[in-house]
């Protein structure tokens, strides 16, 4: 079964410029999460998509959204990016809600300059 | 939300050191799962304990949770440059998003 793979690996935009980052589940996963990592905050949860639906979400600005489509498929876009938006974005999905196992897959490496 | 705290934050061992990281918390879990992250990719699940006590072997790599449900150890005996990478401890808030840890950075020298 194929994992979880996310596009592109990388990306390097600018300050003020938005950007969509793009991630395809597992076959057969309805829930599909989204955490940034950063070297100071480790990996933090931004929000979950459950049957196209945001069923959690974590402490970051509206700046951050995402959604979900049909196919499990799901996009998440950063508006406004700032320095600090640099990090690595991981996608993860996983069969039931996000409390339970998460498979990950290779991350975007965003460099905001 | 609760906070886990992993410890230590780095660790430089060789090749056949065994060597214990620990994942701790005030709040008890109702489950705890441990991923290992490798320079450029993902996490990758390890295991996941659920009662209080249990312990899991994967190999070289022993898990044990906390009687109380409050800590967790992993253990690795007889240590392999093949362990290297970031350790991550992780455990489901009320909200049913999975908390993590800020991980403990392993690195096995030949």
């Known amino acids: 079964k194929a994992g979880v793979t996310q596009t592109p690996r990388y990306l390097i935009k600018t300050r003020g410029q938005q950007v969509t980052l793009s991630c395809s589940p597992i076959s057969g996963h309805r829930s599909v999460s989204w955490y940034q990592q950063t070297p100071g905050q480790g990996l933090q949860f931004l929000f979950e998509y459950f049957s196209e639906t945001q069923r959690n979400k974590g402490n970051f600005p509206g700046r951050f959204s995402g959604r979900q489509f049909s196919n499990s498929r799901s996009e998440m876009n950063v508006s406004t990016l700032e320095l600090g938006d640099s990090a690595l974005y991981l996608c993860?999905?996983?069969?039931?809600?996000?409390?339970?196992?998460?498979?990950f897959g290779p991350g975007t490496r965003l460099t905001v300059t | 939300t609760q906070l886990l705290e992993q410890s230590p934050q780095f660790l430089s061992i060789q090749e056949g050191e065994n060597l214990t990281v620990y994942c701790n918390s005030s709040?008890?879990?109702?489950?705890l799962q441990w991923y290992r992250q490798e320079p450029g990719e993902g996490p990758v699940l390890l295991v996941t304990v659920v009662t209080g006590g249990e312990v899991k072997k994967l190999k070289r790599l022993t898990f044990q949770f906390g009687d109380a449900r409050k800590d967790s150890s992993l253990h690795i005996t007889a240590a392999q440059p093949g362990d290297t990478g970031l350790y991550l401890c992780a455990a489901p808030n009320s909200g049913y998003a999975l908390n993590f840890g800020k991980g403990t950075s392993l690195l096995v020298t030949p």
């Open positions: 709040s008890v879990f109702s489950s």
């Open positions: 993860a999905s996983s069969l039931r809600l996000a409390g339970s196992e998460q498979y």
